[in-house]
């Protein structure tokens, strides 16, 4: 899947005054590669994820899929899009608390049209991949915070995306979890060659990245990975 | 729980009301096609004659035995008892109706005894008297069963087994016995006039009036035409307060599903951003108001039928226990499932509302606001 945006900018007004969240950002999110967009709270790096996960209009530019005008399709095109050919991993996990980890993650596939057979055989089989064989009917609010990531992993990766993007998903994780995430993410991406688009501040994170851009005031722009960690 | 009550309060109501004026219609069968004559000051609901006025019964009948067209006449003395002690009540407790004994048929109908021993009263100057169904339960009476009214000794010969609402709840006695019983004798406080063929109702009724000028005579028809406004009226007013009830459900059902919607803004913008179509969000919120709907109007129901039933015992004073077994009486099956299928229908549409609002969540900016 080829992601490219062009001249892209996010204004947003809060009451009297204007935010541009993203301004005038291009790049081409690289197929296959783990790509980390670091910047402080605030910087605008939720904002390009959700344009680039095309739950947000951009104000102007243009975003590329496969060289197709994403805004040039129908919202039920893009839904369609975000459905099948993306996963989506928030950092606060945002499980449905009704329902337990299996539904969690059969929920994106229930909107396929396969059948329930086959949404909770896969679901089955990515619960055991993320480490959850023993907590398939425990509902949200009985797992730990890890464990809940691992299920909202679980749940972008059932409809087999080319695409992951990841806001800040060791957000509300301790170190040695956030560590587990982060090897598990990165794990997907070598292993089963999904491209891998992740905000975070978190510098394990983009220490592990095959690309890091920094945004700061809405402006994106390349990073050399070694000399962030120096 | 709030629709329950509603339900409950559709039901209880609503069924009570329909099984009042379905007796009150269902009186009209005991006279079918026969003129009654009561006194100009009385009136008739249906075959109950209302008003204290009497008719000299020998002298009424034979005036109106000489009008062209009457092939027969039969005298009644209609007795409701409307108080218990001293107090006066909505709903008679029970009626007694003086009829001569040959005349069982003419006026009761095919209307069958329970049991094999019964028979009905059969010696004008007797003292048996046949009771009807819903009094003999109530009382425990059977055939042979002594009783007193007004001083007087009765036995029960039969027990009248029938659904309808006034036999069911009176007792049948020879004219003359009734006549002795209330101190009316001689007179009576109603005459059915059945017309010769060839001859309407409307035209002996007519004639009736002009021949007798101290009696009203009312066909089948002004009978019914005199009750019917009224039970239009107690029926609008039913659907009045069911619609206003209903509309209240609607307005509660609504703002429940938007406070439910509103505090889950966050899953519901999580299905719309893993792509899960507007149709799903859409349905979901509709089944949990219908949900609402299911569990509100079933437990409705279930309380509104039990809340008939205490309203019926209340007005009729009959025991709450005898009316259990004619709950499906009192709240037809068909009622309960109009009801229950109106308020599921109502919680519905009052989902759509909320509905189309989760299902039109923007996504970013209720991610935003909710970090």
Known sequence: ?230 | MGVALATAFVVAVGATTMRYTAVIREMNVLFNGQVLVVDKNSIVIQAIPIGTSMLPQSYTMDKIQNITGVEKLIPILFVTNITQGSNLELVPRNFSIGIPVENWEAVLGPTPLKGTAGHYPMNESGSEVAVGVSLADQYDWTVGTELTINGYGLSISGVLDTRLAVLSRSIVMPLQLAQKIYNHQKDVNMIAVKPAAGYSEKSLAEAIKQEVGYVNALTEDERFDMIQPVLIQVEMWNLGIEAIIFALSLILVMTVTIMSVSERRRDFATLDAVGIPLNYVFRVVILEASLIGIMGGALGVVFGSFGAVTLGSLYTNIPVGQFFSDVFTIVPPLYMAETFAAIVIVCCIGGVIPALNASRMRIAETMRAEY
């Open chain 1, 1 to 230: 899947m080829k992601i490219r945006i062009e001249n892209l900018t996010k204004t947003y007004h809060v009451g009297s005054s204007k935010i541009t969240a993203v301004n005038d950002v291009s790049f081409e999110v690289p197929e296959n590669a783990f790509t980390a967009i670091i910047g402080r709270s605030g910087s605008g790096k939720s904002t390009l994820l959700n344009l680039i996960g095309l739950n947000d209009q951009p104000t102007s530019g243009k975003i590329f899929i496969d060289d197709k005008d994403a805004f040039e399709l129908s919202s039920g095109e893009r839904r369609k899009m975000r459905l099948n050919r993306m996963g989506f991993v928030f950092q606060a996990f945002n499980l449905l608390p009704t329902l337990n980890a299996v539904e969690n993650v059969e929920l994106p596939m229930s909107a396929t049209g396969r059948s329930q057979k086959e949404q909770r055989e896969e679901a089955v089989k990515l619960l055991e991949k993320v480490g959850l064989e023993n907590r398939f009917f425990h509902r949200p609010k009985q797992l730990s915070l890890g464990e809940m990531q691992r299920v909202a992993i679980a749940r972008a990766l059932i409809n087999r995306p080319e695409t992951i993007i990841a806001d800040e998903p060791t957000g509300e994780l301790d170190s040695k979890t956030a560590k587990e995430i982060i090897t598990l993410l990165s794990d997907i991406n070598r292993k089963e060659k999904r491209t891998l688009v992740v905000a975070t501040h978190d510098e394990k994170i983009f220490a592990t990245a095959d690309y890091v851009y920094t945004i700061e005031d809405g402006k994106l722009k390349p990073e050399d990975k070694s000399s962030l960690l120096e």
